[in-house]
């Protein structure tokens, strides 16, 4: 198998206490290491100096996805006990396609109470992974019950809990449905981008809504045999249309994260043009993939072995990646969701 292809080679030793618990005070204060991915050269910044790589005439594509507070905790109505639901998407009106623990409780037919009351869910079938369809029924707006009740879904490696709902989220998320935040667009700040508008660089929106397929490790030697999980996205005519005149004046597109390279890479067609519409991608990107849609990437640094680290690599070389991966290993960057930032040019 090739070198690019084998899961073990996507392996990077990560000190624990480099996973970054909580977030920093000041979004734009993180650190940002910049990689260059034709020489693999690195240079270490603060994330505010991200606005002097950019260059007027180019187009920052952000994911404007919400992050719903996804987890509920609740109790089998006639047993009382007690059942963790994880929302994963919403299949229809009030129909979620659900984690469940401990499953075995959750036959269908099952009903649970959250809230005392508020919230009512029933078992309707178990789905593919053992997943869990359920019926909610409650008084008023979902996601106003759901605000009260639920609590952010924190990916598995953060284990303090979060004080400020908000900072799970990005200062531009508008479209709820994600069960995980878009990572790299948490350090921008409204300042920020207005001084990124204000230099001549168009910023275009897209939304996918980040499933926890994203945290799901990757557990065959052979990457090509990884089935990867599918997520909802939706790009507008108004927003194709500012990316694709940004590449007919030979502007540079930079994709904020991992989530709107997929986007981007799902709706481009090979001659380089971005198409509107919606739909569920699965898109699995890898070394050997030519990239049609995007030149640079911001991101965080990502899990050893995960699909993520995989997407870097194909934009950068796995070298390169891993390389500037022990350097920051190196020089004490924060890793993951609340961690530090790359930006790769």
């Not at 204060?29 to 002097?52: A, C, P, Q, W, Y």
């Not at 001549?200 to 809504?209: D, K, P, W």
């Not at 799902?266 to 991608?281: L, N």
Request: aromatic share 8%; hydrophobic share 35%; glycine share 8%.
């Amino acid at each position: 198998m090739s070198k690019e292809m084998s899961l073990h080679d996507y392996y990077y030793d990560l000190p624990e206490e480099l996973i970054a618990q909580d977030p920093l005070e000041d979004r734009s204060s993180s650190r940002l290491m910049i990689l260059d991915k034709e020489t693999g050269n690195v240079e270490h910044h603060v994330f505010k100096e991200i606005i002097d790589e950019l260059q007027e005439g180019d187009c920052l594509v952000i994911n404007d996805t919400k992050v719903i507070p996804a987890r509920l905790y609740g109790a089998k109505i006639g047993t009382d006990a007690k059942i963790e639901v994880l929302l994963l998407k919403r299949r229809e009106n009030d129909i979620w396609e659900t984690l469940v623990k401990p499953g075995k409780k959750c036959k269908p037919g099952t009903k649970i109470s959250f809230g005392d009351g508020l919230l009512i869910g029933e078992v309707l079938d178990v789905v593919e992974e053992g997943n869990r369809l359920i019926q909610f029924t409650y008084e008023g707006i979902f996601e106003e019950v759901l605000d009260r009740l639920g609590e952010m879904p924190l990916p598995p490696y953060i284990t303090h809990k979060l004080e400020d709902k908000t900072r799970y989220q990005t200062v531009y998320a508008k479209y709820e449905g994600s069960a995980a935040a878009p990572t790299a667009g948490l350090h921008f700040t409204r300042e920020l981008l207005k001084q990124i508008e204000e230099k001549g660089i168009q910023i275009a929106h897209v939304t996918l809504h980040v499933g926890l397929g994203t945290f799901r490790p990757v557990k065959v030697e052979n990457i090509l045999e990884h089935h990867m999980h599918s997520e909802f996205y939706m790009v507008d005519e108004k927003d194709a249309q500012i990316i694709n005149e940004t590449r007919q004046k030979g502007g540079r597109v930079i994709s904020v994260g991992t989530t709107s390279t997929r986007t981007l890479e799902t709706v481009t067609d090979e001659h380089g043009v971005v198409h509107a519409g919606s739909g569920w991608t699965q898109i699995f990107i890898y070394p050997g993939y030519q990239f049609k849609a995007i030149d640079c990437l911001i991101t965080n640094f990502h899990l050893p072995e995960s699909t993520l680290l995989m997407l870097v690599s194909a934009l950068a070389g796995r070298e390169h990646v891993l390389k500037a991966y022990k350097e920051a290993v190196k020089e004490r960057y924060r890793f993951f969701s609340f961690g530090d930032a790359m930006f790769i040019k």
